[in-house]
């Protein structure tokens, strides 16, 4: 072997070894705070309206850019207005609104929890990791929920709204690295001391599992309401839960619509139906009125495929729980959040 051949060889090693210490750092850091850019922070045309509920939409594209915007309304259909984000193109993703009124919660595809406040003050909570998912108001506290992961895999986090204070972490999985396990939250997950939400996981033979879970927080016992196993189109069951505002029921998204369930796993059944053709659809999910006696969600007004313009093919509407009425209340518009003011001013 000649001289010249072996260095070649050297040189090749070399450069593995450079490549393999490169990406072992990219695995093995992940983004934290960044700071705020003047294009991530909010700045609406007009305040935000008092409505009873907010709503998502698609971006404007104006001038060969992106431009966020909000819908709000009344359960009634009255008062529907739109909000324009100046110079912001990040959209706002499954937007909320605290109980005071004070604070829009919202997600955008920039992993970031953001919220903007009645006066127009923006905190940012950003992902521990690679993802934090979207926020859900614990009503009658100026806290919120979300699901999100760190180095010890997937939690879901406390976190007071004013300050950023992360005040509780409670895990999903019991695996140390995460790594099989997801938790997904809905629109209402805390009641007292019962924690309601969605768990993913792979077992040892690979197999996905899809649960509805209720933990008590203080003792750390769960109940598992529903759980379904095998491959991703047949376990996707059970998405966006949320407790009724009495904690009597549940609502949560299926592949084929909104399914109402009892906290002790007992009357299952289905409201609304959509099939969810397409995984990179919205999924309807429903938002409660403060009396309960409503759901608000979008349904898919064509085939559900994905598409750019998702909320002109989505339409929105309330859904009596006794009755069975369903009322449209808007064309146009994705992820609808009932706002829970009248418990306050009651």
């Known amino acids: 072997m000649s001289k010249k051949f072996k260095l070649i060889i050297l040189f090749v090693i070399l450069l593995l070894i450079a490549l393999c210490v490169w990406l072992n ?11 705020i850019k003047i294009s991530d922070i909010p700045e609406f045309d007009q305040p935000i309206p008092n409505r009873d509920i907010v709503f998502q939409v698609d971006r404007l594209y104006i001038d060969e850019q992106f ?25 706002f993703i499954e937007p909320s ?32 990791r690679y993802v934090i998912y979207f926020p859900s108001p614990i009503h009658g506290t100026d806290e919120f929920l979300v699901a999100s992961a760190d180095e010890n895999g997937w939690i879901i986090k406390r976190i007071q709204i004013a300050s950023g204070e992360v005040i509780e972490k409670y895990p999903v999985g019991m695996k140390p690295d995460g790594s099989d396990y997801f938790g997904e939250l809905g629109t209402n997950n805390l009641i007292d001391i019962e924690l309601l939400f969605v768990r993913w996981f792979v077992d040892e033979d690979d197999v996905l599992y899809n649960e509805l ?14 759980q379904y196993k095998g491959d991703l189109e047949s376990v996707t069951r059970i998405m966006k839960p949320a407790f009724s505002p009495d904690g009597s029921w549940i609502a949560y998204t299926s ?37 309960g006696e409503w759901i608000v969600y979008h349904l898919a007004q064509v085939s559900p495929f994905y598409s750019r313009d998702q909320s002109k093919d989505s ?32």
Request: with cysteine; aromatic share 12%; charged share 20%.
């Open 213 to 226: 879970v209720i933990r008590n927080i203080s003792t750390g016992i769960e109940r598992i309401l529903l």
């Open 315 to 346: 339409n929105i509407y309330k859904f009596n729980i006794e009755t069975g009425e369903e009322v449209l209340l808007v064309q146009g518009g994705l992820n609808p959040y009932w706002h829970w003011l009248d418990i306050i001013e009651e």
């Open 67 to 91: 431009i966020g915007q909000l819908g709000f309304i009344n359960a009634d259909g009255s008062g529907e207005t739109y909000l324009i984000a100046k110079d912001f193109s990040a959209g």
């Open 97 to 128: 609104l605290t109980d005071d009124g004070n604070m829009l919660l919202y997600y955008q595809r920039k992993y970031t929890v953001g919220g903007i406040d009645s006066d127009g003050y923006l905190i940012t909570f950003r992902g521990d």
């Open 255 to 291: 592949n084929d619509g909104i399914y109402m369930i009892r906290p002790d796993g007992s009357e299952n059944h289905q409201i609304i139906r959509q099939e969810i053709i397409n995984y990179s659809w919205w999924p309807p999910a429903a938002s409660w009125s403060p009396d």
């Open 25 to 35: 750092s990219c695995v093995r850091q992940y983004p934290g705070p960044s700071p």
